[in-house]
């Protein structure tokens, strides 16, 4: 925590320094959004560079002023917790001044940068986030509380940590880990008993594009157990990104991938070419659309695609195509094939990429 009171300190220092020389005070943050300052590394996935491009946010440039006055006010809210070690939420940011921030996502935004610029993973900062996902299955812990979590014995599932850091005692005897796009999937998963039918598991849903927690979690979980680590997603761009987050990180999140990423995360399904050998009827798929057209692209020119040819196969086959399908259309076979026959096939007899 000293850590973080003497980096605030220092940023204030140099706009003290700044306004003592009458010169216009600047914060230099980096370009968390541009893919040139992104380099790929097959152990850790997508990761900042140490020299990368940067922005300036100026006190005395109308566009960025406001920004500058927002990081300063969310900076000294940060030295506030840290001294006295409270937490607050994202959240609760927001609606200590719900007219001076404007939205949620501009508090977000201004706490990614701050941790990027000074180099402190949010956790550090005190600022917590609410979670979203849901974990199930061969798992129990402490929370930083002394809490106790028994996610084997419940037929529900248990939210993700929101300090997944401050975890400990993890007990599991799962053989692997299934990361689930979907939360409707997850819950069907669930009540079909699957965590306990094939062998012992771990579930995981981020009900979508997963949140910071959920991905700390999986890294977490990993670090621990070792175990090999499944994702089942659409057969869709989205479905596709969303494994990629997991595996290899997300460009705005680079600064902080030693923590989030795990590359040897493996996609079981839905894959394209599933599609094809189930003989999934056509009437069930889905047409692409402009937006979906334009993700797969994006996706294709990844610097992670070009070192998985099995992966760029899939994406030239739903290339071609041109449709998609939800892990539902599983249904169009029977009601439970996709706990009685797709996942056993697939675990069973090494159906991944």
């Known amino acids: 925590s000293s850590e973080v009171l003497e980096a605030i300190e220092n940023v204030i220092q140099d706009v003290l320094k700044s306004l003592a020389q009458k010169k216009a005070p600047v914060l230099t943050l980096a370009n968390r959004s541009d893919w040139r300052n992104i380099e790929f590394k097959d152990s850790v996935g997508l990761q900042m560079i140490p020299c990368c491009t940067t922005k300036q946010i100026r006190i005395d440039c109308p566009r960025s002023a406001p920004k500058f006055a927002l990081m300063l006010k969310i900076l000294s809210m940060i030295y506030k917790m840290v001294q006295s070690n409270t937490y607050a939420t994202k959240r609760d940011i927001y609606y ?5 921030f404007g939205s949620q996502s501009v508090v977000d935004n201004i706490i990614n940068d701050i941790s990027c610029m000074l180099k402190i993973p949010r956790r550090s900062l005190h600022i917590l986030s609410t979670t979203k996902g849901f974990v199930a299955g061969n798992l129990s812990y402490t929370e930083e509380d002394g809490t106790k979590v028994n996610c084997t014995c419940s037929a529900t599932a248990v939210t993700v940590p929101s300090n997944v850091q401050g975890i400990k005692n993890l007990i599991s005897h799962a053989k692997f880990m299934l990361i689930v796009e979907k939360d409707a999937t997850f819950q069907r998963l669930l009540d079909d008993d699957f965590c306990n039918k094939l062998s012992p598991c771990i579930m995981i849903t981020g009900r979508g594009v997963p949140d910071l927690n959920t991905r700390l979690l999986v890294r977490k979980l990993w670090d621990t157990f070792q175990i090999p680590i499944f994702t089942l997603m659409d057969a869709d761009p989205h479905g596709v990104e969303i494994t990629c987050i997991y595996k290899y990180g997300s460009v705005s999140m680079s600064f902080e991938a030693h923590h989030l990423t795990v590359p040897s995360i493996k996609w079981l399904g ?42 760029k196969k899939e994406l030239e ?24 026959v797709y996942l056993p096939n697939k675990l069973q007899f090494g159906g991944w990429l």
């Open 96 to 100: 200590s001044d719900t007219l001076l």
């Open 270 to 311: 839905l894959l394209p070419s599933d599609l094809e050998r189930l003989n999934i009827r056509k009437d069930v798929l889905i047409p692409f659309t402009k937006q979906d057209q334009k993700k797969l692209a994006s996706i294709q020119k990844r610097p992670y695609i070009a070192c998985q040819p099995m992966w």
């Open 317 to 340: 086959i739903m290339a071609a195509s041109k449709l998609k399908a939800e892990i539902q259309v599983l249904t169009s076979l029977s009601s439970d094939y996709l706990s009685r």
